[in-house]
């Protein structure tokens, strides 16, 4: 248990669905992340945030649409997306610049797109 | 940020061997940290060393760091078969914020 909780652990979507994963954490952590785990591929970083402004876009699709409400609280919302979308998403968070930058991850949501 | 290169891409052991990865990055860090994940689950952080270290060990895990070749190494010993696993780096780049990025790990497997 790392104390970063992500919903749902599996989804399975059409492609012209509309879907949200969830990221919690309760660490008192100032900085959320979210990547993309395809299979061979290096881990990829999606989107960075912190004190809840996005600081990183890492060239993501705009079918993926990130929000952070607030410190505790991480979304990734999804829509038309395509087959090679399926993948393991992972979400991490850290303290921030006064951290020496340990992530500390959730167990993934495993998305696969029809 | 930079990426680290691990290498090899997968390993495979019996159970009580050595088990040696090895990662390389390309500029000037703080830190370098070490990442192990269980097939289809999140990274758990494993240990760090920082720039001036040469060495640092958690239990069964010994680093090293050359940061004048740019490279780290990490060696699990007497390994276990619950040790099979993918492993990866994270280099801290100096100075600005830490985003840290990977590359696509070394996948271990320990026979038991």
């Known amino acids: 248990e790392t104390g970063v909780t992500q919903t749902p652990r599996h989804l399975v979507m059409g492609m012209t669905n509309k879907k949200s994963l969830k990221c919690e954490q309760h660490?008192?952590?100032?900085?959320m992340y979210w990547y993309k785990q395809s299979a061979k591929k290096p881990l990829e970083l999606m989107f960075v945030y912190s004190l809840e402004e996005r600081v990183e876009n890492n060239s993501v699709p705009s079918r993926f649409s990130p929000e952070c409400p607030n410190s505790s609280h991480l979304f990734l919302h999804l829509h038309t997306l395509q087959p090679e979308d399926s993948a393991l998403y992972l979400c991490?968070?850290?303290?921030?610049?006064?951290?020496?930058?340990?992530?500390?991850f959730g167990e993934g949501s495993r998305l696969t797109v029809l | 940020s930079q990426q680290g290169e691990e290498d090899p891409q997968a390993l495979s052991i019996q159970e009580g061997e050595n088990a040696t990865m090895n990662c390389s990055y390309k500029?000037?860090?703080?830190?370098l940290q070490w990442y192990r994940q269980n097939s289809g689950r999140g990274l758990v952080h494993l240990i760090l060393?920082?720039?001036?270290?040469r060495e640092k060990h958690s239990g069964r895990l010994r680093v090293t760091l050359d940061t004048s070749k740019k490279s780290s190494s990490l060696l699990i010993t007497a390994s276990r078969a619950a040790d099979t696993a993918s492993y990866f780096c994270?280099?801290?780049?100096?100075?600005?914020?830490?985003?840290?990025?990977f590359g696509r790990g070394t996948s271990l497997i320990v026979h038991p």
């Open positions: 660490l008192g952590h100032n900085a």
């Open positions: 500029t000037s860090i703080n830190n």
């Open positions: 994270a280099p801290s780049t100096s100075g600005g914020s830490y985003i840290p990025t």
């Open positions: 991490a968070s850290s303290p921030g610049s006064s951290g020496t930058g340990e992530l500390f």
């Open positions: 060393i920082r720039s001036n270290e």
